[in-house]
C-alpha cells in the first residue's frame, strides 16, 4: 500500500532562516511523482513544488528546493528566507497512475 | 480565468437531511476528487471520477454519493447515512493521464456543519 508520512506535526522557524520538512513515502512504483502543497489560513492548496521520480535532480521553485532520496524514499521541502506569508499547513503527496495520496501535513509558524 | 470553483463556502445542514456540495470546474480536466479534511487527518479521499459517467469510491465513501454527468460537474452529496458529516471538504481535478506530473488542482472548499 502505497502511503505518505509527515513526521513533524509543527515547524517553526524564524523570519529570513531556513527549514526542512520532512516527508518519506512507500511505494512499490517504479514511475511516480511527488508534490508539495501548501495551505494557507485561507484553506486554498496551492501547488509549492512538484518532482518526477525519474529526474534524478532536485526541483527548485525559487526559494523552495527539494532533497529528493529515491532509494531512501524521501521527499523534503526546504524553504529559505522563510518569510511571514510562508506561514501554512504544508502537504507531501505522492502520485502513482491516477491515484494521489496525501501526508498528514505540517503547520509552519515563522517568527517575525 | 480557468479554476475551480465550489459552492456554497459554508454549509449548515440539520441532522437527518442530505446536502449536495457543487463542484465545477473549466480546465477541461478529465479527472475530478472529493477530499475530506479533518484536523489532524490531513486529505482523505470519498470518491473519484477520471471520465464521465464514471467514478470510484474512495477510502471513506461510505455515507456519501456522487455524479459524473458533464465532464466539469462533479456534485457530492452527503447523506443522513454520513455518521460525522461535519468536516471541510475539497474538490480537486487533473488531467486524468498517466505520463505526465499530472498534479491536482483544488477549488477553494466547503466547510460543512451539521447542527
Known amino acids: 500500500a502505497q502511503t505518505v508520512t509527515q513526521s513533524q506535526p509543527e515547524m517553526s522557524v524564524q523570519e529570513a532562516e531556513t527549514v526542512t520538512l520532512s516527508c518519506t513515502y512507500d511505494?512499490?512504483?517504479?514511475?511516480?511523482?511527488l508534490f508539495w502543497y501548501k495551505q494557507p489560513p485561507s484553506r486554498q492548496m496551492i501547488l509549492v513544488i512538484r518532482?518526477?521520480?525519474?529526474?534524478?535532480q532536485n526541483a527548485t521553485e525559487n526559494r523552495f528546493s527539494v532533497n529528493f532520496q529515491k532509494a531512501a524514499k524521501s521527499f523534503s521541502l526546504k524553504i529559505s528566507d522563510s518569510q511571514l506569508g510562508d506561514a501554512a499547513m504544508y502537504f507531501c503527496?505522492?502520485?502513482?497512475?491516477?491515484?494521489?495520496?496525501f501526508g498528514t501535513g505540517t503547520s509552519l509558524t515563522v517568527i517575525p | 480565468d480557468g479554476g475551480i470553483t465550489q459552492s456554497p463556502k459554508y454549509l449548515f445542514r440539520k441532522e437527518g437531511q442530505n446536502v449536495t456540495l457543487s463542484c465545477e470546474q473549466n480546465?477541461?480536466?478529465?479527472?475530478m476528487y472529493w477530499y475530506r479534511q479533518d484536523p489532524g487527518q490531513g486529505l482523505r479521499l470519498i470518491y473519484y471520477?477520471?471520465?464521465?459517467?464514471?467514478?470510484q469510491k474512495g477510502d471513506i465513501a461510505e455515507g456519501y454519493s456522487v455524479s459524473r454527468e458533464k465532464k466539469e460537474s462533479f456534485p457530492l452529496t452527503v447523506t443522513s447515512a454520513q455518521k460525522n458529516p461535519t468536516a471541510f471538504y475539497l474538490c480537486?481535478?487533473?488531467?486524468?493521464?498517466?505520463?505526465?506530473?499530472?498534479?491536482?488542482?483544488f477549488g477553494p472548499g466547503t466547510r460543512l456543519t451539521v447542527l
Open positions: 480546465l477541461n480536466h478529465d479527472a
Open positions: 480537486a481535478s487533473s488531467k486524468g493521464s498517466t505520463g505526465s506530473y499530472n498534479e491536482q488542482f
Open positions: 503527496a505522492y502520485r502513482a497512475r491516477n491515484q494521489f495520496y
Open positions: 471520477s477520471q471520465i464521465v459517467n464514471d467514478f
Open positions: 518532482q518526477e521520480a525519474y529526474k534524478q
Open positions: 511505494t512499490s512504483e517504479s514511475d511516480y511523482y
